[in-house]
């Protein structure tokens, strides 16, 4: 029976995270919603980007090759304590991963400084009725 604590956390955690990004998508979508019936039009739709992914798939990366390059520094070296080199090494690479992935977030803010993503569209003037000749 305490076999399966494990499977059921794990389980427990996937529902928790996909409930947490349908709810923020959900979220999101009715913000847009609201928005555009408010008469805002979204001018940077296509150009918006997003930063969390490119900083999640950086930590990963980070996160990898840091257990790779703990394994290789066992492996390859005479030190006793593997997890300590492990870990050490992951923390050092996620954390490298994470000033990279800053640098990128901050270069591409900077580029689109001053871009305005939400803009009210113009109301049309009524055009005056010309007098009868």
Known sequence: ???????????????????????????????????????????????????AWRRLGLIAAGFGFGAIFGDLMYRLTFFDDQGLISISSIILFTGIALIVSSILEKKDKDQEAGETFFVKPPTPQPEEEKSAE
């Open 1 to 51: 029976m305490y076999e399966l604590i494990p499977f059921f956390f794990f389980i427990v955690a996937i529902i928790a995270v996909a409930l947490t990004v349908y709810y923020a998508q959900k979220a999101r979508h009715i913000e847009r919603m609201t928005l555009i019936e408010k008469g805002y039009v979204n001018t940077g739709i296509l150009k918006s980007k997003s930063f």
